[in-house]
């Protein structure tokens, strides 16, 4: 569930933002490209193989959350070739899924469960990361 410091599973999509550019696991990855999470009935309906092609780093992570706090952890590696970082991040918010950001389109964002500013963080970490591995 790439819902928080990631969202790759709405790969392509204008809102939410980009965060960590995780290469999303086959495992998770329909034959149409989409990502569905099985026994919960979640759907992405976005193809997630273009960002995928675009992946620079592995995101070994669990999210959590509730109505009033929400939080991601993990470990981050680079990918062969796209920038040699290795970091642990860990993510606890007060911000659960009863706020959502006043930009949220009024349909095709069901399950975006958190604001679009943690992904942001999320990307923010990673670029910081990625240019100290330098």
């Given amino acids: 569930m790439n ?3 990631s969202t790759t ?4 999509a204008d809102y939410p ?4 550019p995780q290469l999303t696991p ?3 990855i329909g034959a149409d490209g989409t ?4 026994g919960h009935g979640i ?5 997630v193989r273009p960002c995928n092609q675009e992946a620079e780093v592995t995101y070994a992570h669990k999210n959590g959350w509730v109505n009033n706090s929400g939080a991601d952890a993990g470990i981050v590696k680079a990918l062969p070739g796209k920038g040699g970082r290795t970091y ?3 993510m606890f918010s007060n911000l659960g899924y009863q706020y959502v950001d006043s930009n ?3 349909a095709g964002a069901e399950n975006v469960w958190f604001t679009e500013r943690l992904a942001k963080l999320g990307k923010v970490i990673d670029e910081y990361e990625k240019r100290r591995s330098h």
């Fill in 3 to 5: 819902v928080t410091l």
């Fill in 104 to 106: 949220r389109p009024p």
């Fill in 26 to 28: 086959s495992r998770w």
């Fill in 43 to 47: 759907s992405y309906g976005r193809d």
């Fill in 88 to 90: 642990i991040v860990a």
């Fill in 9 to 12: 599973n709405w790969c392509g």
């Fill in 17 to 20: 933002a980009p965060g960590i």
């Fill in 35 to 38: 990502v569905t999470i099985p």
